[in-house]
């Protein structure tokens, strides 16, 4: 079983509607959970960081954090077509390596 | 833009040569740590350096080495490339115990 699983998609949805991104992963001891946006040949961006279980809203951006399933999610409200990339979950057990998803490739259809 | 650099963007080296790769850290920063990202796959950890020491290593064989500078920057080498070396390779720079970490734009390396 590896440590982090995440659909790779793709996952196409129209222009304004609700986007929800998942992963599950298998290490109870992860602290930090984060996504990341991943444009074509570019670096990896920090969307969301957060710490233990809880939610967390920035902008149209929501994360979740449900350790008891070992379970994180990411929704973007409004989805506009510069949202169209790939969406990396990634976590940590403290200030050592980050653990990555596979990455899910969004498309938002105009 | 984060701030942290990576030089070269691009680079095609033949097997068996060896490579390094640039990264300058964001400032205020004196954590940087390596990823290695295959086509379609999430970021590998390759290791971590914590003023000038190597703070962690992931599964990467010994000809994969780094430095940290006096001023946190740091390299990445690459001894008696392999084709299957042929990788996004990512500089990523964070606070000591602070996992937010920041990633530069990358070196794309091709290995023929």
Known sequence: ?110 | ETGVTQSPTHLIKTRGQQVTLRCSSQSGHNTVSWYQQALGQGPQFIFQYYREEENGRGNFPPRFSGLQFPNYSSELNVNALELDDSALYLCASSGRGNTEAFFGQGTRLTVV
């Open chain 1, 1 to 110: 079983q590896k440590e982090v699983e995440q659909d790779p998609g793709p996952l196409s949805v129209p222009e304004g509607a609700i986007v929800s991104l998942n992963c599950t992963y298998s290490n109870s001891a992860f602290q930090y959970f984060m996504w990341y946006r991943q444009y074509s040949r570019k670096g990896p961006e920090l969307l969301m960081y957060t710490y233990s279980s809880g939610n967390k809203e920035d902008g149209r951006f929501t994360a979740q954090v449900d350790k008891s399933s070992k379970y994180i999610s990411l929704f973007i409200r409004d989805s506009q077509p510069s949202d169209s990339a790939t969406y990396l979950c990634a976590m940590s057990l403290g200030d050592d390596k980050i653990i990555f998803g596979k990455g899910t490739r969004l498309h938002i259809l105009p």
